[in-house]
Nanobody, 125 residues
Framework: QVQLVESGGGLVQAGGSLRLSCVTS????????MGWFRQAPGKEREFVAA????????YYADSVKGRFTISRDNAKNTVYLQMNSLKPEDTAVYSC??????????????????WGQGTQVTVSS
């Protein structure tokens, strides 16, 4: 069983930055693609960013491209999401997910097999 635990969320003013972390249990982290999704109140969960097992494939949602950066450290079983130039519309619960489709940077929720509980990010105007 794979467990994912997010941290790093909080309250920040518009224009500020946060770095989210997601630590994954298990010895097979390096074989998984990892993704970040978010869900704002009253909205469906949406894709934010994904990274393949090697870091060679990375994909961002258009809404965060140029502001957010996904990265991973396989030695630490951790994936990161650096969020800069935050906007109030970035307010959401951010969740990380692991996919056995390791060579890809999966976009769709159904391509992910394990999910974390999420961490709240609130951006004030």
């Amino acid at each position: 069983q794979v467990q994912l635990v997010e941290s790093g969320g909080g309250l920040v003013q518009a224009g500020g930055s946060l770095r989210l972390s997601c630590v994954t249990s298990g010895r097979t982290f390096s074989s998984y693609a990892m993704g970040w999704f978010r869900q704002a109140p009253g909205k469906e969960r949406e894709f934010v960013a994904a990274i393949s097992w090697s870091g060679g494939n990375i994909y961002y949602a258009d809404s965060v491209k140029g502001r957010f950066t996904i990265s991973r450290d396989n030695a630490k079983n951790t994936v990161y999401l650096q969020m800069n130039s935050l906007k109030p519309e970035d307010t959401a619960v951010y969740s990380c997910a692991a996919s056995r489709l390791g060579f890809n940077a999966p976009y769709y929720e159904y391509e992910y097999h394990y999910w974390g509980q999420g961490t709240q990010v609130t951006v004030s105007s």
